[in-house]
């Protein structure tokens, strides 16, 4: 992967730049038309700094967290919007991590029935994982990303020097997606990345780089043929299913990428029990990568096999009235089961206190 590809899309083709200096920034700041969103927190480290160049009074600052990202967040943006002269004609620019991502993604896909939107992941999630695949999502009444859209902003920059910021805990989280990426990648990109999780976690660019540009060239295999998630791209919800659940059980207490961490290891204890997983290889991957990873901890209520099911119950890409399940096998190959039985839950999530020490 060179340092831009251009992501197909039935919606359209968009840009993924990954930029060696922040000048692309100032380009931005040039842009006629334009309203920046930024993340508070962005904002209040590099107002001074690295968006020096915005023009002050196009920036919204947007305080945000998982619980505001609804549609009341939404309509404070659409209030903003409106009262610029600039309508369907506007670009809106967004700076922030994955919440900030959705939240100003399904403002752009909706008002005005789409404007023009562009992208500057800060995160390490957002910049590894979710910036590609076109998906916009609202919590609704708990239920996480309840309402959304397909919508891919026009480009994606990818600065990694933004990473360096982050909270400990938010990059861990990000962490866990890099992870689930470079398993479903196969074998290969799971042993590299055991050597270089290290550099990775001290944040070593070079590492981190290799990191971010794997999980996305594996994310991309995956979505090719399949960007609206009917078929195959929906394996990339490995870990998801009980991660999920746990993100809403723990009232999002455990963040999304730490909670799929718990989910993988939730999700292979299931593959392990059914004779999909070998022991060995299932033990290798929770001591060299998923134990290490996992910094916030769920409380035993919360992984209540009753209070999870439950939560796993009300997720939208349940399409019967099974539980389902995507899970590792030994080739790295993974398969979506529609037969959950709530004993397999019970047994799987009694292991995950033991290995845990919950
Ligand atoms: N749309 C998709 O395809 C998709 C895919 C995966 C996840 N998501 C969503 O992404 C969200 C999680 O995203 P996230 O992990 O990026 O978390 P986030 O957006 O909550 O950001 C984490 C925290 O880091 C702060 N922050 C952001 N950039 C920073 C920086 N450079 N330095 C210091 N602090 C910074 C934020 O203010 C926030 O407090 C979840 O809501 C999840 O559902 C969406
Ligand atoms: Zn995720």
Redesign the pocket.
């Known amino acids: 992967m060179s340092m831009s590809f251009t992501v197909q899309s039935n919606i359209r083709n968009y840009d993924v730049f990954i930029q060696p200096t922040p000048d692309f920034i100032f380009q931005l700041a040039q842009q006629p038309r334009t309203c920046f969103v930024v ?4 904002w209040k ?1 590099y107002s001074a700094t690295l968006l020096k160049d915005l023009p002050a009074s196009d920036v919204i600052v947007l305080p ?3 619980n505001r ?1 609804t549609l009341e967040t939404v309509q404070e943006l659409y209030d903003k919007f409106a009262k610029l002269s600039a309508k369907r004609n506007l670009t809106l620019i967004s700076f ?7 939240i100003t ?1 399904f403002a752009a896909s909706t008002i005005y029935r789409g404007i023009n939107w562009i992208y500057i992941p ?2 390490l ?2 910049q590894a ?2 910036c590609i ?1 076109s ?3 609202l919590n609704y009444q708990g239920y ?2 309840l309402i959304g859209t397909f919508f891919p902003p026009i480009q994606i920059h990818i600065y990694t020097p ?2 360096q ?3 400990d805990s ?1 990059f861990y ?2 962490f866990g ?1 890099v992870i689930k990426l470079h398993l479903m990648g196969g074998e290969l990109n799971f042993r590299e990345l055991v050597q270089h999780a290290p550099n990775i976690l001290s944040r070593d660019p070079d590492a981190l780089l290799q990191s971010i540009r794997t999980s996305l060239a594996v994310k991309l295999a995956y979505m090719v043929g399949d960007e609206f998630d009917t078929g195959r791209r929906n394996l990339l919800n490995y870990g998801h299913d009980f991660g999920h659940a746990l993100e809403s059980t723990s009232n999002f207490a455990v ?3 730490q909670a799929v961490i718990f989910g993988m290891l939730a999700s292979n204890f299931v593959a392990r029990n059914r004779g999909l997983l070998r022991k060995e290889l299932a033990d290798e991957i929770f001591q060299e990568l998923l134990l290490p990873s996992l910094k916030i901890l769920p409380t035993s209520g919360s992984i209540k096999p009753e209070v999870l099911i439950s939560a796993m119950k009300k997720d939208k890409k349940r399409t019967g009235d099974l539980l389902a399940l995507i899970m590792m096998k030994n080739d790295f190959d993974f398969v979506r089961v529609n037969d959950l039985a709530l004993q397999e839950v019970t047994d799987a999530l009694a292991e995950c206190k033991i290995v845990l020490g919950l």
């Open positions: 993340d508070e927190n962005v480290l945000i967290n998982e990202k922030g991590g994955g919440i900030l991502q959705d993604g800060t995160t999630l957002a994982d979710s695949g998906k916009t999502s996480k990303n933004f990473l910021t982050q909270e938010d989280s990000g997606e963040p999304h990428g």
